[in-house]
């Protein structure tokens, strides 16, 4: 049996370090696209050639050429500009849109089977671009966004804690970052509600360091964002289709009726399994919750009415 095959189009910090993650999981052949002459190639190379010392059987390879993704499992979209500081995720909408609508089209003509998972940003809205250019069913189009704000959530708080960050559980809806709809009520250590361990000021403290911790890493690196955690987040997302393992994870899905959203892509909880968002999961909000979860959802529309017209 032939092993799998992902695709990862741009071949940036990200790209290259989400085919780094992959390829010690072992689960597919990955391929590295690149517009620059070299890059994914050299990349590729580079990687594979650490294969014998982190001890993984995979073919890696790179490429400027759109044919080698041919009958990709799963395409991975990092492609577009990254944030500098003083830029929000929604100053880079226009110039995202035009280049994720462009990857879009020319991998799903080489791949029409694949599942696609976004990762440029603003992430809602260029996951939306991805499923109106891809014309694919939406249960194939997924953005990473909630597992990367999870996982800052659940870093902070294991640090405030000062226990194992495997024994945070959480969950956190809505658009990405800024936007996102934080659930203490759901996050456990261990099984014990984080309310019960940390004050409420406290876990507002965190709450509002995990909304900002992209910025804080922007401003930090001062001519590039973060990379290590959302090419983990999107590795997590492929391991989970292609082994069907039906995670239930924090992911940007399409809601149709699901908690009003009237046909939108945004962060939910879904089901991820060999057939993409096998189902979203429907939480039940509080009144402050609810209101949360609808301004985060009116932020996501505002952007994809204006990239609509752009696409």
């Not at 890696?60 to 080698?68: E, K, L, Q, S």
């Not at 009144?287 to 994809?304: D, G, I, Y």
Request: hydrophobic fraction near 45%; aromatic fraction near 4%; include cysteine.
């Amino acid at each position: 049996m032939s092993r799998k095959k992902i695709s990862i189009i741009g071949a940036g910090n990200v790209g290259a370090t989400c085919a780094h993650w992959l390829a010690e999981k072992e689960i597919a052949d990955i391929v590295m696209l690149d517009i620059v002459e070299g890059l994914a190639a050299g990349k590729a190379l580079d990687l594979y050639e650490a294969s014998p010392v982190a001890r993984f059987d995979v073919k890696i390879t790179g490429t400027c050429d759109y044919a080698d993704t041919a009958e990709s499992d799963i395409v991975i979209i990092t492609s577009g500009i990254g944030r500098r500081p003083g830029m929000s995720r929604d100053d880079l909408l226009k110039t995202n849109a035009e280049i994720v609508a462009s990857v879009t089209s020319s991998v799903v003509a080489q791949s029409p089977n694949a599942i696609l998972i976004v990762v440029s940003n603003p992430l809602d809205v260029m996951t939306y671009v991805a499923g109106k250019v891809s014309g694919l069913p939406k249960n194939r189009v997924m953005g990473m966004a909630g597992i990367l704000d999870t996982a800052r959530y659940r870093s902070f708080i294991a640090e405030a804690l000062n226990v194992s960050v495997c024994d945070i559980s959480a969950m956190l809806l809505g658009g990405h970052g800024d936007d996102m709809v934080p659930l203490p009520r759901y996050t456990t250590v261990s099984g014990i509600p984080v309310t019960e361990l940390l004050d409420q000021a406290t876990l507002e403290n965190i709450v509002d360091r995990a909304r900002k911790g992209g910025i804080e890493i922007v401003n930090l690196l001062k001519t590039g964002s973060a990379f290590y955690a959302p090419a983990a987040a999107a590795a997590e997302m492929a391991e989970s289709i292609l082994k069907d393992k039906k995670r239930i994870l924090p992911c940007c899905a399409w809601c149709d009726r699901e908690y009003g959203a009237g046909g939108a892509f945004v962060g939910v909880p879904v089901i991820l399994g060999a057939n993409g968002v096998q189902k979203v999961i429907e939480l039940q909000f509080t009144p402050q919750e609810k209101s949360l979860f609808a301004e985060s959802l009116a932020h996501v529309n505002q952007m994809v009415t204006t990239v609509d017209k752009m696409i």
